[in-house]
């Protein structure tokens, strides 16, 4: 739900924080690693306990509610609902898509040296692909670098390091010139960012952060249109067209859509959760949300700016994510002491990372900056 806004009176968020399990006292800045659990989500997980609990009947409702969910995330990235999956992380549907292609010796994959690990590791790890490393806010070097035989442009939406977004529509262009496909990690932008996935031929997303989901549950994307013959390379019971009983002597039907990305039974749960988020987050235009997250970036980079103490995120708030993040080695300790001091950041690969969501407002900026500055100096 929306927080009722005055424009004649002083900023208030977005979201109502009271439907947060914020604690009391708390500002909560680190929504790029986990949001705060929404009051709403444990009357849907209770529903899913008294579905689950009731047989067949039970069981038909929670398969309709992974049904209902498809076409939802659909909408929610402006794609057709059959190319939707469910995966059970990034990771796994990374990897998922990394197994099921016939890499050749001399199979070159464009990635940024600081891309996230969910994106690179299925890649790294094989044998014959070369890993070309590429600054992908820079389309011109990505293109430049798109030499021999190039089979994907990897990259991640919102940058996890630094919070650089990237263009991926230079992106797309550079992949179609080069023949190869573009895969993307909507992470950092899924639930503040208006997405239109298809632009990429495969994307992924996790739901734990702006998306205010739980984890287990991640969202895959097959752009049907951009590669209509994909098939994974493993599947189960799940993923598979079926009469009353398997015939194994006969060819394996895979599902024709997003659906054979789901091997086994789907996170219901999650599901169910996802669910109460979607209510909660499509009360409000992701315009609405973007304009409002971002308008918080650029004040606290304005502030850091001020301060003269220098971040690793681009002023620019087109070239930007809802993050903000300061280099610094002393990193862990500095974000441990803000939240002694009642504000939540986060932490990880040496540096601060204070990210906004829509139950932030401009107040908090200030108390941000003190918390910060005195735990930079402690």
């Known amino acids: 739900m929306a927080a009722e806004r005055n424009p004649e009176g002083p900023p208030v968020p977005l979201f109502d924080p009271a439907a947060f399990r914020i604690p009391r006292g708390v500002i909560h800045a680190c929504a790029a690693g986990e949001t705060p659990v929404l009051h709403a989500q444990a009357a849907a997980l209770d529903r899913h306990a008294?579905?689950?609990?009731?047989?067949?009947?039970?069981?038909?409702?929670?398969?309709?509610?992974?049904?209902r969910l498809r076409a939802r995330l659909g909408a929610w990235?402006?794609?057709?609902?059959?190319?939707?999956?469910l995966v059970s992380s990034v990771a796994e549907g990374m990897s998922m898509l990394v197994?099921?292609?016939d890499w050749q010796q001399g199979d070159v994959v464009l990635v940024?040296?600081?891309?996230?690990?969910?994106?690179?590791?299925?890649?790294?790890?094989?044998?014959?692909?070369?890993?070309?490393?590429?600054p992908m806010a820079d389309p011109d070097a990505v293109a430049a670098a798109a030499?021999?035989?190039?089979?994907?442009?990897?990259?991640?939406?919102?940058?996890?390091?630094?919070?650089?977004?990237?263009?991926?529509?230079a992106l797309r262009q550079v992949a179609d010139r080069a023949g190869a496909m573009l895969v993307v990690d909507f992470t950092q932008a899924n639930g503040w960012m208006p997405i239109e996935a298809s632009v990429a031929d495969f994307a992924f997303s996790a739901c734990y952060k702006w998306m205010l989901g739980l984890t287990g549950l991640a969202v895959a994307y097959w752009n049907r249109a951009r590669q209509p013959d994909w098939a994974p390379a493993t599947a189960g019971w799940y993923s598979i067209v079926t009469g009353p009983r398997p015939d194994y002597a006969a060819p394996i039907a895979l599902r024709?859509?997003?659906?054979?990305?789901?091997?086994?039974?789907?996170?219901?749960?999650?599901?169910y959760a996802l669910h109460a988020a979607l209510d909660f987050l499509e009360a409000v235009p992701q315009g609405v949300v973007q304009r409002h997250v971002q308008r918080l970036t650029?004040?606290?980079?304005?502030?850091?700016?001020?301060?003269?103490?220098?971040?690793?995120?681009?002023?620019?708030?087109?070239?930007?994510?809802?993050?903000?993040?300061?280099?610094?080695?002393?990193?862990?300790?500095?974000?441990?002491?803000?939240?002694g001091r009642g504000v939540l950041a986060w932490n990880g690969r040496g540096r601060i990372r204070i990210s906004f969501h829509g139950y932030n407002d401009e107040r908090e900026l200030d108390p941000i900056m003190a918390a910060l500055t005195a735990a930079m100096a402690s």
């Open 99 to 101: 197994e099921s292609l």
């Open 112 to 134: 940024d040296r600081n891309e996230y690990a969910s994106v690179v590791v299925p890649l790294a790890m094989r044998c014959g692909v070369e890993l070309r490393f590429v």
């Open 147 to 169: 030499t021999g035989r190039v089979r994907m442009i990897a990259v991640s939406a919102v940058s996890y390091l630094d919070a650089r977004s990237h263009d991926l529509a």
């Open 256 to 271: 024709p859509d997003g659906g054979r990305f789901t091997r086994g039974n789907p996170a219901h749960a999650p599901a």
């Open 50 to 67: 008294v579905d689950k609990s009731e047989g067949p009947a039970g069981r038909a409702r929670l398969d309709a509610e992974v049904e």
């Open 77 to 85: 990235w402006k794609v057709e609902a059959a190319g939707i999956g």
């Open 298 to 339: 650029v004040g606290l980079l304005k502030r850091l700016d001020a301060a003269g103490i220098p971040s690793i995120t681009p002023p620019d708030p087109r070239q930007h994510g809802a993050s903000v993040c300061i280099a610094h080695d002393r990193a862990s300790a500095i974000v441990e002491a803000m939240a």
